[in-house]
Structure formats: C-alpha cells, structure tokens
C-alpha cells in the first residue's frame, strides 16, 4: 500500500506550477533508470570480462545486475522524489 502510493500517487489537493515542475513522473524515472543501467550494465560487463576472462560469465553477471539495480534504482528514485529537502 506504502509502496504504490510513493509510486503512482497524485496528491488530490491542486498544485501550483512551481510545485509541479519539480515533481517527476514515474516514466521519467523508468527512461533515467534504463540509461544509466545501459551505462552501468557495459561498466559490469566490461570488469567482470576483465576479472574472469569468460565473456558467458561476464554477460550472466551484467545481465542480473542490470535487472536488480533497474529496480532499486526505480524505487530509489520515487522515494526521493517524495522527499522535500533541497527543492
């Protein structure tokens, strides 16, 4: 319940336009989140490459981190978009 408010709620009183302008939307966080899992995710690859020499090891590992961080980062993002401090 916590969870899908963070995520997908709209505050039902009316917001100003200042206020509104410096929310960000869910899918915003989701495009943030995939670039920077791209980025991320050739950085693992690329040292797991380095460290252990298979490219078939090196892919497995990049490809569940890529998955897991997509995630935490998500939620990351939402939590502190719900957080006041430094707007």
């Given amino acids: 319940m916590i969870l899908n408010q963070i995520i997908f709620s709209k505050k ?4 100003g336009f200042e206020e509104d302008k410096t929310s960000e939307k869910p899918l915003r966080s989701v495009i943030k989140a995939l ?3 791209l980025i991320g995710t050739l950085d693992t690859l690329a040292v797991s490459y380095f460290v252990t020499g298979e490219i078939g090891l090196a892919t497995s590992i990049a490809s569940v981190d890529f998955l897991t961080k997509l995630i935490l980062y998500f939620f990351h993002e939402r939590i502190w978009n719900k957080i006041k401090w430094g707007k």
């Fill in 12 to 15: 039902t009183r009316s917001k």
């Fill in 35 to 37: 670039s920077w899992r």
